[in-house]
């Protein structure tokens, strides 16, 4: 009660001349507000008697308005955001000083954008100036991320409902991509198969920029450049989520672009699914974060010897992480608004968090041979694979958010191609 929390929009981001970056709303003001217009900002003043939300929002401005579209404006935003005061947020700086007399503490997330830090210090001192006469300022400023993100960790059902339908659409988009593969299409056409999709299924946009990649393109972790063609025999790997109500799902699925697997495209693929599965038959409350990708590690350090691909035995491998050149990144990480969501893996002092129910949460092993690697034997050249699938913590194991997009080899061999 005796804090103030500040929370503001995030800036807009010019693209080139006059034209901006699609507007994306900063996920804590969305995750306490639901506010998605620019230009916004939440006070929490708790135990006010008369406003323990001021609002701040855009004034409504018909000449902007014909150009930019409706907003919300000051006389609505009482009523639509459940605050009790609002005010134009060409006032914020203006007002926050005497709206932090008699508070102890602001809190406010330093670091984002030096303008405001510059604004807000500039408040406090102001707001020590009116309280010298009696009355009270802040004395600190402290970062609400800790905390909120905690709460944003643990999903509310309202939560968890946005991300399953961002899941099941994310999966589905994957399957249609699937059904239009064909040999010489290009990377962004498949791409844009798979967008297509998300939006027809009501989500507003991609939540990350989708990933297609065909060949030894599979090889490179973010490739975005999606302007190669998809040729015959190779395979295509596509890392694509969609991005519903705030929420995202993250899935990659990797398939033959003519339907076949090889031989060896089919060797690397087994061993990935596995090393997949055998991670999510582990997810129960109360196993240890690391412990996922120690167990991908494992099956796919195993799979590595068999294959002769590094050298054995399998425990001087994972010591010396031979495995590290062909499997060189995490297996999962949180999920939420923002696809690498917030949230501790270890919180002070742990090695690794105990898994809870209402976590949510990637497992997403690969394996990448580079073209051009002369260590790795030349069939496994080029091959690139990894199968991504989002999974929600459940009191007794866990629910796979994204089993609607195909994995079983047999099944992606029957869908490739193939036309709804
Ligand atoms: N799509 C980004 C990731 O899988 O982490
Ligand atoms: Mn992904
Ligand atoms: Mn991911």
């Known amino acids: 009660e005796e804090g103030a929390a500040l929370i503001l929009a995030a800036p807009e981001r010019r693209r080139s001349n006059d034209s901006l970056y699609d507007y994306r709303p900063s996920n804590d003001l969305l995750y306490l507000t639901g506010f998605e217009e620019p230009e916004s900002a939440a006070l929490f003043l708790p135990g006010h008697p008369e406003h323990p939300f001021v609002a701040f929002v855009r004034r409504r401005d018909p000449a902007r308005e014909v150009w930019d579209g409706a907003r919300l404006g000051v006389e609505a935003a009482c009523e639509r955001l459940g605050a009790q005061r609002a005010h134009p947020i060409d006032e914020l700086y203006a007002r ?20 405001a830090d510059r604004e807000v210090v500039r408040c406090v001192r102001k707001a020590r100036w009116l309280a010298r006469r009696g009355r009270a300022a802040p004395l600190a400023i402290l970062d609400p991320r800790e905390l909120l993100h905690e709460q944003r960790l643990l999903k509310a059902p309202e939560e968890i409902a946005a991300l399953r339908r961002a899941c099941q659409v994310s999966a589905e988009g994957h399957l249609r991509g699937m059904r239009c593969t064909r040999p010489g299409m290009r990377e962004y056409e498949l791409q844009a198969e798979i967008e297509y999709h998300f939006k027809q299924a009501g989500a507003r946009a991609p939540g990350y920029t989708t990933i297609v990649g065909a060949g030894a393109n599979a090889c490179v972790l973010h490739y975005v450049d999606n302007r190669a063609p998809l040729r015959d025999g190779d395979l295509v790997l596509v890392d694509a989520g969609a991005e519903v109500q705030w929420y995202t799902g993250d899935v990659t699925r990797t398939w033959p672009v003519n339907g076949r697997f090889t031989g060896y495209q089919r060797t690397v693929y087994d061993l990935v699914l596995r090393a997949q599965m055998d991670v999510i038959r582990e997810v129960r409350p109360g196993l240890p974060w690391p412990e996922l990708h120690r167990r991908a590690v494992r099956t796919l350090t195993e799979g590595l010897v068999d294959l002769g691909v590094i050298e054995g035995p399998v425990e001087r491998a994972l010591e010396q992480k031979t495995y590290a050149r062909y499997y ?20 002070r002092g742990e090695e690794g968090r105990p898994l809870e129910p209402g976590m949510v949460f990637t497992v997403e092993p690969g394996l990448y041979f580079p073209p051009d690697d002369a260590d790795c034997p030349e069939p496994w050249r080029g091959i690139g694979v990894r199968i991504e699938d989002d999974v929600l913590v459940t009191a007794d194991g866990c629910e796979v958010l994204t089993a609607a997009a195909p994995k079983e080899p047999e099944e992606i061999e029957e869908i490739v191609g193939r036309p709804a």
């Open 96 to 115: 926050l000083p005497e709206l932090l007399v008699d508070r102890r503490r602001l809190v406010y997330a330093l670091g984002e954008d030096e303008e």
């Open 328 to 347: 060189m990144h995490g297996t999962g990480h949180w999920l939420g608004m923002d696809v690498h969501d917030v949230g501790a893996y270890a919180r």
